[in-house]
Each structure stands twice: as structure tokens, then as C-alpha cells.
């Protein structure tokens, strides 16, 4: 494949599916964190001992591919990939190779079409702890605890051009995921490995393994693609090679020179008979592509709108739960723009807030009601998105309900207009904005609490 792009970014990653048990055996997925504890005679490959499919995962991986809009395959073969290694027990990995699950699907993020090159089902390889960070440990440990744990990898065409834009494929992909029911951030791992090449060395590629999360991806590839151009400037001969993310330091760290898929001698597993795909009948829920054209036909929200609400599955379910008590029309307003807005003051993602689904709804009932203002709606969110509040308390505890005495508001209309004589002038000449300076000094004396629209029509009435 010939490249023309400044930066070139394909991922592999390793989603692990929420099942119960493992992916060729009874022991348990989560549980007992003692090393070693969560392990039997399969998942430590025992000589004589005969792995069993586990039929939910494999429902999930058929789920999940139809899902990427791939082509599936007409049955599930499985291969060993050989490798001495310490994190397989059984010197060999069970995965699939020759024959993938899936192939040839893609996502759509917002401006463009990223390509899935396959979706496999494998096994996860044990955990290897070193003391100290890697690189510097003397030695280390082998938890087999996650040792067969079901993953399902999802390969993408070297297509995403930028950082940023593979954060996005994670997120979206992270979407897909809760959508489908088959993935819970709170309990299961998804990891990517980060194929990066710069335009500058000829596309030498540097692999980087085990990014956890869309943020870790975006900053470990910002940081990789400005140490190649850095070596490239520097005169150093760029090689294809394995590199370790240190979170923690911000860098890249080499592992080895990049091993080939030759290198693994893949056969296919004489333990497990190839399985029927027509076997496993699943049907994939409505995803972000479609719900967005539902929420525009049935809701008449905006296409960005709906793009961002469809696109993060916590506010989908916040939107949803909103629309039960409140116009669609406020719910998306307030959650697309305000919300977001709080968070990316705080800097938090949607799933790191604090956010009360509940009184949040009951904050957008009441400015609905115009029980209180935008104003004061706005102050109200900033601290609901960091700390849990009983909104109708906190509005009663700080007397912000909203000015709604008639004669109170024309009151402080006149008090605007008697002692600001020059916007009065400016707006009987025609300046239009003096009018919204009178309306900002009436909502300074009612501290916010008057409505907007309706000082605006008294004022409008004293003035005219």
C-alpha cells in the first residue's frame, strides 16, 4: 500500500468481552485478585486438557462484527500462534489467523470513513508485573489470573491520519460497545496497539503496545510522532521496532526489533472443530448512525446535536431519561452545549463526572417551568457536574428561584432606565444594543433570577 500522508496510524485493538467465564473454560473473569487464583488445567494449558468454546463470547464477537459493518465468515476456525513466551503457559496463543470473523467493515466518524481491515476472536496472554516499571525491574512476575480471558481484536486499515482522530475511533468504538451490551468500561480492559509511521522516514513503522483508553492514545501517538521527526532531523535511520507506552513519563520506551507474522508458525488448533457462523442468530440494536436519523425525524433536534448526543453513550442514556419530562428540544440544547461546556471547563469526560441523572432532569424541569433562569441553570450545572447537590434544596438554600412578580421586575426596569439616561437616548436614536445593556443592569439588581424575555418586553413597553 502506497501512503501519501504526513502521518499514518493503523490500531489493533483488544477489547475484552464481559462474560462471566473464560473464553475455553469454567473459571471465572473477575473475582479473586491473589495471582494465580482464577486458573485451571485449560487456561494453564495442562498436558491432556481440551478447551470448550464459551458460546456468549463468541455471540458477542458475531454481534460486534456485524455491528463494524463486516462481512463475516461462514465458520469460526481457530489457530495457535506459537510463541515462547512467559505470559502463555502452553508456549502458544489460540486466536484466529487464516480465517477472521469479520473482515472489511468500517466506522464512521464525523468527517470521515475509517476502514476495518478484520474482527477476530483470541485469548488473553497472562499479566506480566515488573517491579519497578519495565526496564528497570531485576525480575518478573506471572499473573495467569486474566490468562484466557475472551478478547475480541478489531484491526484497522492504516487510514487515521492524526492523533486525534484515532482518539475518536476509540471513542466511537467505546460507544458501539455499551450500545451492544457486550462491554462495560467500569469492569472490562480495552487496549490498543498503535502502528505509527511519518512521512519523513519512508513509513518506517513503530509499533506501540498496550494504550489503554482514547486519552492515553492520543498522547502516546503525539508523543511518537514528534520523536520519529525528531530522529529523522537528527540524521538517525529509523527501523521498524516495538516500543512500550510509560503513561506515567509521557514516552515511548523500545521493547524489541518488530517480529513478523511469519515468525509465529500459526496452524490451526486440532482442539477445537470449526463452528458454524449461521449457528449464532443475534440481533445488533439500534447504533449511533441510525438513532442520530430517528432523534432528527422524531425529535427535530439539530444534525450536530443529534451527532454528539448518538456519538457518547452516557449522553444518549442522559437525553433518553431527559425527553420522559422535558421538551426535547431544552434536553438537547442542555446537554450538548451546556453540559459539555462544564466538562470541558473541568477537563473530565462524560464518564468521570459526577452527574446525578435525576437532578439534572429536575434542573432542566424547572427552568422548563421558568422556576428559575438560564443564568442560574448554568451555575447550578457547574457545580452538579463535580459534586453531588439536591438542586431544589441548593435553589432554596441561595434564594435563586426565579423573579417572576411583575411589578418587582417593572420596578427594576424603571430603577435601569432612570439611571442610565445615555442608553436610553442611544436606544430611541435606533441602537438596538443599548436596550440589551438596560436588560443586563436589570438582571445584575435581580441577580439573576428575572427572566430575560420578559424584561426585555417591559422595557420595551416603558421605553416605546
Same mark, same amino acid.
Given at each position: 500500500?502506497?501512503?501519501k500522508s504526513e502521518v499514518v496510524? *493503523?490500531l489493533?485493538?483488544h477489547?475484552e468481552?464481559n ?11 473477575? *473475582?479473586?485478585?491473589?495471582?494465580? %487464583?482464577?486458573t485451571?488445567?485449560i487456561?494453564?494449558g495442562?498436558? *491432556?486438557?481440551k ?6 463470547a463468541?455471540?458477542f464477537?458475531?454481534k460486534?462484527a ?7 465468515a ?5 489457530s495457535?500462534?506459537n ?10 496463543q489460540?486466536?484466529q489467523?487464516? %480465517?477472521?470473523? *469479520?473482515?472489511?467493515g468500517f466506522i464512521l466518524l464525523?468527517?470521515k470513513k475509517v ?7 483470541e485469548e488473553?496472554?497472562a499479566?506480566l508485573v515488573h517491579p ?11 499473573d495467569?489470573n486474566?490468562?484466557?480471558n ?8 492504516p487510514?487515521i ?10 471513542k ?8 451492544l451490551?457486550i462491554?462495560?468500561p ?9 502502528n505509527?509511521s511519518?512521512?519523513e522516514s ?10 489503554s483508553?482514547f486519552?492515553e492514545?492520543?498522547r ?9 521527526k525528531?530522529?529523522?532531523q537528527d ?8 516500543r512500550a ?6 514516552v515511548?520506551q523500545?521493547?524489541? %526489533?518488530k ?10 488448533d486440532?482442539d477445537?472443530v470449526?463452528i ?5 442468530k443475534?440481533k ?8 442520530q436519523k ?6 427535530k ?7 454528539v ?11 433518553e431519561k ?14 450538548r452545549?451546556?453540559l459539555?461546556?462544564?466538562?470541558n471547563y473541568?477537563?473530565?469526560e462524560v464518564t468521570e463526572?459526577k452527574?446525578d441523572?435525576?437532578e439534572f432532569i429536575?434542573?432542566l ?6 422556576k428559575?433562569?438560564d443564568?442560574?441553570?448554568q ?10 447537590i439536591?438542586?431544589k ?16 421586575i417593572?420596578?427594576?426596569c424603571?430603577e435601569?432606565?432612570n439611571e442610565n439616561?445615555?442608553?436610553v437616548?442611544?436606544y ?8 440589551n ?6 438582571m ?5 433570577k ?5 424584561i426585555k418586553?417591559?422595557?420595551k413597553?416603558?421605553l416605546?
Open positions: 500500500m502506497s501512503f496510524i *493503523g489493533e485493538i477489547v468481552l462474560t462471566k467465564t473464560k473464553l475455553f473454560c469454567s473459571c471465572p473473569t473477575q *473475582g479473586k485478585e491473589e495471582p494465580n %487464583t482464577r485451571c488445567e487456561c494453564l495442562h498436558p *491432556g486438557s478447551p470448550r468454546v464459551n458460546k456468549k463468541i455471540l464477537s458475531v460486534l456485524k455491528a463494524l459493518n463486516c462481512k463475516l461462514n465458520q469460526i476456525i481457530f495457535r500462534k510463541y515462547f513466551y512467559p505470559d502463555m503457559s502452553k508456549n502458544y489460540i486466536t489467523y487464516e %480465517t477472521p470473523l *469479520g473482515e472489511n464525523s468527517d476502514g476495518i481491515t478484520r474482527v477476530h476472536i488473553d496472554p499479566a519497578g516499571g519495565i526496564g528497570k525491574a531485576k525480575q518478573v512476575f506471572v495467569y486474566r490468562s484466557g475472551p478478547l475480541c481484536e478489531v484491526v484497522t486499515e487510514e491520519n492524526n492523533p486525534k482522530e484515532a482518539r475518536d475511533f476509540m466511537s468504538l467505546i460507544t458501539i460497545l455499551q450500545y451490551n462491554f462495560d467500569d469492569i472490562n480492559l480495552i487496549k490498543a496497539d498503535a505509527v511519518i512521512k519512508g513509513y518506517k513503522r513503530a509499533e506501540i503496545k498496550n494504550i483508553g486519552k492514545i492520543q502516546a501517538l503525539e508523543y511518537e510522532i514528534l520523536r520519529q525528531q530522529a529523522v540524521g538517525v535511520l529509523l527501523k521498524q521496532e516495538t507506552w510509560d503513561a506515567k513519563k509521557g515511548t523500545l521493547l524489541r %526489533t517480529e513478523t507474522e511469519d515468525d509465529y508458525g500459526y496452524i490451526f486440532p477445537l470449526p458454524d457462523v449461521d449457528l449464532f443475534v445488533v440494536p439500534e447504533l449511533p448512525v441510525d438513532k430517528r432523534y432528527i425525524k422524531e425529535y433536534i439539530s444534525k450536530e446535536d443529534a451527532f448526543l448518538t456519538n457518547e453513550f452516557n449522553l444518549t442514556n442522559i437525553f431527559a425527553i420522559k419530562k422535558v421538551d426535547s428540544i431544552l434536553a438537547s440544547k442542555w446537554i452545549r451546556e459539555v461546556r462544564v466538562l473541568n477537563n473530565i463526572m452527574l441523572i435525576e429536575s434542573l424541569d424547572l427552568l422548563q417551568n421558568k428559575i433562569t443564568k442560574v441553570a451555575k447550578i450545572l457547574e457545580e452538579l457536574a463535580v459534586k453531588k439536591s438542586v434544596k441548593y435553589i432554596k438554600e441561595n434564594k435563586l428561584e426565579a423573579v417572576s412578580d411583575s411589578g418587582l417593572e420596578k427594576l424603571k435601569a432606565i439616561s445615555k442608553a437616548e442611544d430611541k436614536s435606533g441602537n438596538e444594543n443599548s436596550l445593556f438596560l436588560l443586563g443592569q436589570v445584575r439588581k435581580s441577580k439573576g428575572a427572566n430575560p424575555k420578559e418586553e417591559k422595557l413597553k416603558l416605546d
